[in-house]
Structures are given as structure tokens and as C-alpha cells.
């Protein structure tokens, strides 16, 4: 596993810096959820709700948003009526299931076989493969005549499938508990090469989602919780795709170019975009009431405490951007004001933080700035 991620150093600073930003805000949301209240409540729902729809869609058709909902808020009241909803039931049971238990679960052959039959315990066209390692190839085709019936994804055949996937359970638990790779790296890594061994003959983009909220778990990155990650991957749907391919053309024939520096950094990417919206909705939970920043002429803000801020013009401007754009760097502050100084900027965001106006995500050039407001 070492030569897919010996990275190059342009590659590792990527890394190291986003690695800050996420493991910033986890000690600060860790310290967040420990006020465990109901405002948490409601985001860990919803983030329940999405990523269960989410990660279904990557692979089956299932419900609208609004209708998946409705069904899971009566989950248990009545039994699944209809195809889509079996498949919604397995994958909710399934994601309460390590969200519940996620400590008690070793990283282990049996953790994936009875997550396998979670997921398609609901499924009768899937049920007969559910625990149990694919009989038959599942790469990926092009159908279109043009392409000659291409293979885009190689998975692993199946009569190694096995092996493969002990090698990488034993490799993943080693790691771990070496401590010498950042645990977000070996996650990162553990994910590209399940999905590029494929061990089931279905389900294994769910299985492997599920795996990264059991192993981020793991390491207590608790915001895993009250985001859904799913969501972010399936709004980037398309590139998430995209860079495991390119990263898995060169599998098994030219070893020493499979490279999968994209795949960690867009794994990267996505973690750090569900935080900004996990902050985000944090935020919005937290304000009493919308401000409308136009009807300021005084340039007055009560905040929360009822504690009054007067902030000039440029400041007004500036924390009404940050409250339409966020999160935002100085950077992007500066692109919209190209007159006001690099340093009357961070004078600005200061006062900010000061006043309790913005929140600050990360340190040094990857911070990121939200309205609290």
C-alpha cells in the first residue's frame, strides 16, 4: 500500500493543511456536542435523513428527499410498502446500527458481512448475495458503442475477492493502531481500495460509506453525526467517479503508477465542505431571529445577549458578504473589496470575533470565516 501514498510534497502540504482545518474543528465541535442540546438533536437528524437518501441514490433509485422523510420519521410503526422503501429501510438500520454501536464493532470480515445483511435484509431481488463475497464480476462497462464495451473500473475478481479483502481489513487495523499515517489518510486509503475490490456483488458504494462514519467514529470526528457526508458525495457524484478511476486504471498492472494523491484530496474536500455546511446550519440554528442587514442605516447589531455592536460602513458590508457567501477566506473578503486593505480586513474579522459576530474555522491560510448573525 506504501507507494500509493508516498505522496509528493506539493501533494502532502495539500494534505497537512486540510487535515488542520478538519481536526481544528473537530476538538471544537467535540467540545460543542457536549452541551448535547436539542438544537444537536434536530441536526443529527436531519443529517440522517439526507445521508440515508444520499447513499441510496448512488446506486438505486429510490424516494424524493421530502417522501424518504416522512417515511423514516415513522420507521417502525409500519413495514416498508414498496421496493424503494425496502432499500431505504435496510441502509437506515444499517447507518442506526454503527451509529449506535460503532465502538463495540471491530474492523473486521464479520462487521462487513452482517452490515451486508442489514443493508439487503429488506431486498428480495438482492437478498441471496447479502453477507456473503460476489460469485461473479462486477466491473464497470461502458455500454456505449463507442467506447467498445470499455472497462472503466476493474474491480477485483472473485475468485480473490477474499483474500483481497482480509489483506486489507489486517493492513487497515495494523495501521491504525500504529499511529504512524493520520488516521483521515488511512481512511481515505482503506475506502479506495474496498470500493476497487468490490467484495460484495452489490451494495459496496453503501458498505463503504457506512465504514467511513464506523472508522471516523473511530478516531472521534463525532461531527460525522450531524452532517451527512453523503450528501456532499453525492452532489460531486460525478468526480468522485472520476478520481477513483483515475486512480485504479493503473491497479494490479502498473503498481508503481496507481497513484491515489486525487482521491485523498477530494475525500479531503468533501469532509471539509459538510463541515462548512455543519457550521453553517449550527449557525442559522443558533440566531433568534433573521437579520436583515439592509435596514441598518446606524450600522447597529444586537446580538443574541442583546449586547448592541456598531459597526461602520465597510464593516457593514463586509459581515453582510461573510453572512450571504460563507465560509470565506480573507482571500475571497479581498476579491470583493479590492480597496480595502489585506490588513483593515483582518482588523475587521477580528472585531468580529471579538463582538461574536463570525465564527473562525481552521488557523493560518486555511481559515475560514462564517456569520453568526
Known amino acids: 500500500m506504501s507507494p500509493k501514498i508516498n505522496f509528493d510534497f506539493e501533494t502532502t502540504h495539500l494534505i497537512i493543511q486540510k487535515i488542520s482545518i478538519i481536526d ?8 460543542i456536542i457536549d452541551s448535547n442540546t436539542p438544537k444537536l438533536d434536530r441536526l443529527k437528524q436531519k443529517a440522517c435523513f439526507e445521508s440515508v437518501g444520499a447513499s441510496t441514490r448512488f446506486e438505486v433509485d429510490t424516494l424524493p428527499d421530502q417522501e424518504i422523510e416522512l417515511f423514516l420519521a415513522k420507521v417502525g410503526k409500519q413495514p416498508p410498502s414498496s421496493k424503494k422503501e425496502e432499500v431505504l429501510l435496510g441502509c437506515y438500520n444499517a447507518r442506526k446500527h454503527v451509529f449506535d454501536h460503532h465502538q463495540e464493532m471491530e474492523l473486521s470480515e ?5 452490515l451486508h445483511q442489514m443493508l439487503l435484509k429488506y431486498s428480495d431481488k438482492d437478498g441471496d448475495f447479502a453477507g456473503k463475497y460476489k460469485i461473479a464480476s462486477n466491473k464497470n462497462v461502458s455500454d456505449r458503442p463507442e467506447f467498445e464495451h470499455q472497462v472503466f ?28 499515517i493520520h488516521p483521515l489518510i488511512l481512511i481515505g486509503t482503506f475506502v479506495y481500495e474496498f470500493m476497487s475490490i468490490a467484495p460484495f456483488q452489490y451494495a459496496n458504494g453503501r458498505i463503504a460509506r457506512l465504514l467511513i462514519s464506523k472508522l471516523m467514529l473511530d478516531e472521534r470526528y463525532n461531527f460525522i453525526r450531524h452532517m451527512s457526508l453523503d450528501k456532499v458525495l453525492e452532489e460531486r457524484k460525478e468526480e468522485y467517479f472520476k478520481v477513483l478511476i483515475a486512480g485504479q486504471k493503473h491497479r494490479y498492472r ?28 449550527h449557525s442559522a440554528k443558533q440566531r433568534k431571529t433573521k437579520q436583515d442587514f439592509s435596514k441598518f442605516t446606524r450600522e447597529e447589531i444586537n446580538t443574541e445577549n442583546d449586547k448592541t455592536i456598531y459597526l461602520n460602513h465597510r464593516q457593514k458590508d463586509i459581515i453582510e458578504y461573510i453572512s450571504r457567501k460563507g465560509p470565506v477566506k480573507i482571500g475571497d473578503i479581498k476579491d470583493q473589496f479590492p480597496k480595502v486593505s489585506r490588513n483593515t480586513i483582518k482588523k475587521d474579522l477580528l472585531h468580529f470575533q471579538t463582538s461574536a459576530l463570525t465564527n473562525q474555522i481552521g488557523k493560518g491560510r486555511g481559515t475560514y470565516y462564517t456569520s453568526k448573525v
Open 24 to 31: 481544528s474543528f473537530k476538538g471544537e465541535w467535540n467540545v
Open 110 to 114: 464479520n462487521t462487513l458481512m452482517n
Open 153 to 180: 473500473f476493474n474491480t477485483t475478481v472473485p475468485y480473490i475477492a477474499e483474500k483481497e479483502t482480509r489483506e486489507l481489513i489486517d493492513w487497515m487495523n495494523t495501521e491504525i493502531n500504529s499511529r504512524k
Open 254 to 281: 502498473y503498481t508503481e503508477r496507481e497513484k491515489i494523491s486525487d482521491w485523498i484530496i477530494f475525500f479531503m474536500d468533501c469532509v471539509e465542505l459538510a463541515i462548512r455546511k455543519l457550521e453553517a446550519n
